[in-house]
């Protein structure tokens, strides 16, 4: 059902282009937006609705790591917008080149994944110390971070790592091998569980326990589309782009 | 004499040489050179190395070993779908790395076709461990030495083979006196060019073994977490793989252009 939906708005989304270029002759601007991979799903919809009413903009992804993405845009400087999992991937960028509008616009937290049939009868944080395979985030990549963060104030990050058999490059490696079934649990975001639901068991974690991953949003200074880039900001903080966000697990931006 | 090279072959040739070489110059430029040796011999580099070294050497070793066997029965063999299986066991080099630790995932996974059996019957589990990562770098590189030795099997003489077999030699003394010393120049060229595949192997690794110090995170893993933090670092350590490389290549030039050099 909702392979068909995106099927349906993506031929819509051709015919508009196509009925444009026809038409008016009118130029398209692209807007290049790095995002954390975590964004994949939330960004790609609201990517798709921006362009619906900013039809002479085209969005285009580039979805990473965090930390990757930041020193992409350091070297590199190609990115109009960049969405980020954490505020020191942002502050990277803010040093060079710099970024302007910088906001938070959604919050995050952690939550235990297991296959669906629980192999290893995970029912809370402490479950992870007893023996079993476990996949978190590597260090330095911001769900790592965390994770490590939230098991170090629990007293349990040396007997949970002791499990660990794989330090992932990201959110969507360590879902994947969970689903798969080849490690009895992982630690992700909340954001990536309802796309896969399926074949996916969650344990949430307490939120005394838990830890708040803030995700700040700027224009990069050196945009050669200042304007769309702010007009996509304006989107994503808006009241459209938080139920968006919110129906991918996203939480509120604080304050 | 000397002889005039053609102008426009020299400008090509120059071009690929500057696209080929000019990344390494400039990874050779921004490395941290004060810090090499520190980066070198840290405990997290060093592992790393050993690791990387035990991985690429042993699936070299395992290339050879099923490759060749494999490469002759190609080269001499006629049957029914030779072809298609010339085809199947050359992917490898063309298919991405994501996808052939995919493939592995679903074939010798925990859940896997044949992994699930492994696991039960024999107690072997190869997602995330050493031996997981020596699969996953032979699967990407024996099919350089299939595809060397096939070549080799190829320019040589069947005759060779025959007249061993009918003056009495048995197929064990056959194959070490006529059939190996044949393809030998190709097969060492093929076996240094499966073991730098080896070295750098990436992708089906970290998607089929995991990324774990001392286990299975090898040098271009180290390398690859390293960004995360320290991306000198990382720049560091990826000329160790480079310096490595380019010593075992150099060693083994005259073999791997087949001894004209």
Known sequence: ?????????????????????????RSTTELTVFAA?????????????????HPDVKVVFNFGSSTDLANQISSEGTADVFASASGSAMDVVAKEPGVRDRADFATNHLVIITPSDNPA????????TSPMAIVIGAEGVPVGDYTRQMLDAQGIEHAVLTNVVSNEPDDASIVAKVQSGEVDAGIVYTSDIPITAGDLHAVEIPARFNITATYPIAVVTGSEHPSEAHAFLKFVLGDHGQVVLDSHGFGPPPG | MRRRLPLPIVVLA?????????????????????????TLTGPGARTALRLSLEVSVTATVLS????????????????????ILRAMVVLPVVLPPVVAGVGLLAALGRRGLFGGWLDRTLGIQLTFT?????????????????????????????????????????????????????????????????????LGEFGATITFAGNLQGRTQTIP?????????????????????????????????????????
Do not use: N
């Not at chain 1, 799903?41 to 609201?46: I, P, S």
């Not at chain 2, 040489?17 to 050779?28: D, E, F, G």
């Open chain 2, 221 to 261: 893993l180290a390398v690859f977490q390293r960004l995360q933090t320290d991306p000198e670092g990382a720049i560091a350590l990826s000329m160790v793989l480079v310096i490595v490389s380019i010593a075992v290549l150099v060693a083994l030039r005259h073999r791997i252009t087949g001894g004209a050099a």
């Open chain 1, 1 to 25: 059902m909702k392979r068909l939906a995106i099927l349906a708005l993506a031929s819509v989304l051709i015919a508009g282009c196509s009925s444009s270029a026809g038409g008016s002759g």
């Open chain 1, 121 to 128: 009868h995970v029912v809370s944080l402490d479950s992870l």
């Open chain 2, 64 to 83: 050879v070993v099923f490759g060749v066997p494999l490469a002759w029965v190609l080269a001499r063999a006629r049957f029914r779908g030779r072809s």
């Open chain 2, 130 to 198: 050493t031996a997981g990562a020596i699969v996953a770098a032979t699967f990407v590189s024996m099919p350089l030495v299939i595809l060397a030795a096939e070549a080799g099997f190829r320019a040589t003489d069947v005759r060779y083979e025959q007249a061993a077999a009918v003056l009495g030699a048995r197929p064990g003394y056959a194959w070490r006196r006529v059939v190996l010393p044949m393809v030998a120049p190709q097969l060492a060229a093929g076996a240094a060019l499966a073991w730098a595949r080896a």
């Open chain 1, 37 to 53: 991979s975590s964004l994949v799903a939330a960004f790609t919809q609201l990517g798709a609705d921006f362009q619906d009413v």
């Open chain 2, 14 to 38: 120059a071009l690929g040489a500057v696209l080929v070489v000019l990344p390494v110059v400039a990874l050779a430029v921004r490395a941290p050179w004060g810090r090499f040796l520190e």
